[in-house]
């Protein structure tokens, strides 16, 4: 496709269960990030992608926040058991290069709702 | 560390009105400043940078300039349109990856 694409675009989650949202970044781009926002907030930076190494997850809140791009194209932030406050909306950027010399495109991002 | 305060919203305004929305920030050292939208349905998107201190950075009418001295980026247009009507997020970078976003300001404009 033409731009990112990220799914589900909506999870609903019992507290305690374990989600997985996929990220397909624009073909041919080498960075990735990930960022949350809560509701109300801007985005707030959780991890970076370098093709599939992970250069900087300094923004994951929690050791229940794991992301992987072992290809490095498509990739999947995966969060254990879940807590309420984990809701959020977990959006997806990619860029060719980096922001210094590009810019980031995001995707619509994935609405995450625990109960 | 680093910060961005941005005017609260949400923002109504008539067609062909002029928009500012304010923006300063908190940070060390020299960082680039981006405007962001978000229209409905759409992701976030790039809208306007600025790299350096006085730079103006302009697109679809917007403008912004680098004020170092008063640490501000703020968004200006003279003649909004009912497609104007987004999420506008002010947001800074110290290096080439990390951005840090203020909360969004919501502008709704009326036909």
């Known amino acids: 496709g033409a731009g990112v694409s990220q799914s589900p675009r909506y999870k609903v989650a019992k507290r305690g269960q374990d989600v997985a949202l996929r990220c397909d970044p624009i073909?041919?781009?080498?960075?990735l990030f990930w960022y949350q926002q809560a509701l109300g907030q801007g985005p707030e930076f959780l991890t970076y992608?370098?093709?599939?190494?992970?250069?900087?997850k300094s923004g994951l809140p929690s050791d229940r926040f794991f992301a992987e791009r072992p290809e490095g194209s498509v990739s999947t932030l995966k969060i254990q058991r879940t807590q309420q406050e984990d809701s959020a909306v977990y959006l997806c950027?990619?860029?060719?290069?980096?922001?210094?010399?590009?810019?980031?495109?995001f995707g619509e991002g994935s609405r995450l709702t625990v109960l | 560390g680093d910060s961005v305060t941005q005017m609260e919203g949400p923002v109504t305004l008539s067609e062909e009105a002029f928009l500012t929305i304010n923006c300063t920030y908190t940070?060390?050292?020299?960082?680039?400043l981006f405007w962001y939208v978000q229209y409905p349905g759409e992701g976030l998107q790039l809208l306007l940078k600025?790299?350096?201190?006085?730079d103006k950075g302009s697109n679809k009418g917007f403008e912004a300039t680098y004020r170092k001295e008063t640490t501000s980026f703020h968004l200006e247009k003279g003649s909004v349109q009912v497609s104007d009507s987004a999420v506008y997020f002010c947001?800074?970078?110290?290096?080439?990856?990390?951005?840090?976003f203020g909360a969004g300001t919501t502008v709704t404009v009326r036909a």
């Open positions: 950027a990619s860029s060719y290069t980096g922001l210094s010399t590009g810019e980031l495109f």
């Open positions: 073909s041919g781009h080498v960075s």
């Open positions: 992608f370098q093709n599939e190494a992970q250069l900087d």
């Open positions: 940070a060390t050292g020299y960082p680039s």
């Open positions: 600025a790299t350096k201190a006085d």
């Open positions: 947001a800074l970078s110290h290096n080439d990856y990390k951005l840090s």
